[in-house]
């Protein structure tokens, strides 16, 4: 390209230009990759397959945003330095060689996918780690493929040239004016960089990651389309790559532990609706009903109406989350899969196949949908209850009242749930709906004209727990007038504890306590059981309610089995907390750390570890069932049912 064709222009438009041609690259990355595999991806028709590629923007944007971020602020630092030639050309390759890594990422999935069925993430470094002939691998891989080394060849060349067609002009007359100008304009870039690498500015939007690629795509088979390789990458820096375990044979780990559920039922399948209802930071702690022992059988709690909703319900004295955040409590409780040292939608594992109880119900004739005010999109749910296979989605665009929304999380619980119902009402039965509340939530308010109305508590958590009490209390007397109610399962949870107050909640279990009742209106399923319930449980345990009767795939246990050696598991930072009998045991995996009597020591002061030697070693021994079955069945992508 002869110097009389390159174009000065101001360094501003030269990034807005050099961007958008990465944007360019990056899409038609995306095609090549389809062509490559494309019988992978024939059932895709024109409309799902403009859609995956427009998704892939937002996927493509946080990518490049994160590979140039040191690129963008040497650009747009306010020194009046950037112009000179010399730093412009190291600019230049900086750029060049930091993108052609990613496009080289890209270039490699077209030939790798595959075989792995995956984009590329961290893993791939660590399974090739101990290969002792890295080299001729690399050279036979450019032997079968080296028709993608010339068309990267290609890419790149041209690449470098479109780089080159503009020139940052000569730099301006420094004034303070200048200056004041150019640095507003160095915050607002760093700005737009942030909300583009999250993928959103929402204050409830997290950072984007592996699963929101759920959003575009029907399938999780289909979201490494959406994906980019360097995206996948840079997100799985940080993961838990699981390796293999083998503590025992097969047929000794599935007399021991097997999560693949083999109903017998000879009773016809009971079609009752069923809806979930998720309570943000509903600890056990706030609910009276679940606490009458506590302060000399004082205690209140500050949940009168699910108090009155447990005493017509069954549940147990040791009910459990899975984790401790909302996004580990979704898969938890509709597909019955923990997160384990990470939130499993987070992982490198998002895009395995997986069933859930929308699925197996939705596959038995019902309707199926998820109701949460937050912006559609808030924590990743929209992608999440998408692979689900939850048809219907009601969020804060679809609510389309902003007069109730609280300024930060979503539309307050009250008008929510009572919206809700009025949707379900419009509902052909049988149904199946999972409800997530937003307001028991941080900065902990309630709306101006309930201020005072509930008791504060020593938490500031417990006001608004009482609003969300109200609201779902309403919710009950709005539906109760309606033809579907008492033909519906309600299950009522939270999607994880919080902070504690009293001492007997200051514990290990305690910090994973939360309700979990299971209400029918029609029936007479009441009552109040010892035995250990988690949420991974709720989905067995509803399905065997109904009397389904197909094999289905769920870590959890039936709560109605007469099956004693059931187990509560949960992983905070690496530690295992395994919960059998009587007993606490925290476990890092190789040796137990800790245990407790959950019976006689509830406030877990004595530890026994290595004292009950017989009940420690038989705790260990159903815990390595449990690590063997999650971390091999991860790996090989076997969390269904065959």
Request: with cysteine.
């Amino acid at each position: 390209m002869s110097r009389t064709n390159i174009r000065p222009t101001s360094i501003y438009l030269a990034l807005i230009y050099r961007l958008l041609l990465l944007m360019v690259i990056y899409s038609l990355c995306r095609l090549g990759f389809y062509l490559a595999n494309r019988s992978l991806f024939n059932h895709l028709d024109f409309g799902e397959l403009a859609y995956v590629f427009l998704g892939g923007l937002k996927f493509d944007i946080a990518a490049l945003l994160y590979l140039n971020s040191l690129y963008i602020v040497l650009q747009a630092i306010p020194f009046p330095f950037r112009y000179r030639n010399g730093y412009q050309r190291f600019c230049q390759w900086l750029f060049v060689v930091s993108n052609s890594i990613g496009i080289l990422a890209n270039f490699i999935d077209f030939a790798y996918y595959k075989y792995t069925l995956k984009r590329t993430t961290t893993s791939v470094f660590s399974q090739f780690s101990n290969e002792q002939n890295k080299l001729k691998l690399t050279f036979d891989f450019l032997i079968d493929y080296w028709y993608l080394l010339l068309l990267f060849i290609a890419l790149i060349y041209g690449f470098v040239k479109l780089y080159q067609w503009i020139k940052v002009q000569q730099a301006p007359k420094f004034t303070w004016q200048v200056y004041l100008a150019q640095t507003l304009a160095f915050v607002l870039i760093l700005g737009l960089c942030v909300i583009g690498m999250r993928g959103g500015w929402r204050h409830s939007t997290r950072p984007i990651t592996l699963s929101n690629a759920g959003d575009f795509v029907k399938s999780p088979n289909d979201m490494s389309l959406v994906l980019n390789t360097p995206f996948t990458i840079m997100k799985t820096l940080q993961s838990t790559n699981l390796k293999p375990v083998y503590y025992y044979s097969e047929q000794t780990l599935d007399s021991l532990y097997n999560p693949i559920h083999k109903p017998d039922h000879k009773a016809p399948f009971k079609k009752l609706n069923v809806v979930f209802l998720i309570i943000e930071s509903l600890g056990k702690e706030h609910v009276g009903a679940l606490n009458k022992d506590l302060l000399n059988g004082q205690y209140k709690g500050y949940t009168p109406f699910i108090d009155s909703l447990a005493e017509q319900s069954f549940t147990s004295t040791r009910t459990y989350a899975n984790g401790r955040k909302s996004i580990d409590a979704l898969p938890s409780i509709i597909s019955g899969i923990p997160s384990i040292r990470e939130p499993f939608v987070l992982s490198t594992y998002s895009s395995n196949k997986t069933t859930s109880i929308a699925k197996l119900l939705g596959n038995e004739g019902y309707e199926t949908a998820f109701f949460h005010g937050a912006p559609n999109g808030s924590m990743g749910f929209s992608a999440y209850t998408n692979l689900a296979g939850i048809k219907k989605y009601f969020g804060k665009n679809e609510y389309n009242n902003d007069a109730d929304f609280d300024g930060i999380w979503g539309i307050w619980d009250e008008p929510f749930m009572q919206y809700m119902a009025k949707t379900i009402n419009t509902f052909k039965q049988p149904f199946f709906t999972a409800f997530f509340s937003v307001s028991s939530h941080h900065p902990f308010k309630v709306p101006e004209k309930y201020a005072g109305k509930f008791p504060k508590g020593p938490l500031p958590v417990q006001e608004p727990m009482g609003y969300t009490d109200m609201a779902i209390g309403k919710f009950f007397a709005t539906a109760s007038k309606m033809p579907w109610f008492k033909n519906t399962l309600f299950v009522l949870c939270a999607d994880h504890a919080t902070v504690s107050y009293l001492p007997e909640y200051k514990t290990v279990a305690g910090d994973f306590s939360i309700p979990i009742l299971f209400y029918y209106p029609g029936g007479d399923l009441k009552g109040r059981t010892d035995k250990m319930i988690q949420q991974i449980d709720i989905m067995p345990t509803v399905l065997n309610y109904l009397n389904y009767d197909k094999p289905y795939f769920a870590f959890g246990f039936d709560a109605f089995s007469p099956q004693k050696n059931n187990f509560v598991v949960n992983n905070n930072d690496g530690t295992f907390s395994f919960y059998l009998g009587d007993y606490l045991m925290m476990h890092n995996g190789k040796k137990a750390l800790a245990l407790y009597d959950l019976k006689n020591d509830r406030l877990n002061k004595t530890n026994l570890v290595d004292q009950r030697p017989e009940i420690q070693q038989n705790m260990e021994k159903y815990l390595k069932a449990f690590i063997q079955q999650y971390d091999n069945r991860m790996i090989k992508d076997q969390l269904t049912a065959k």
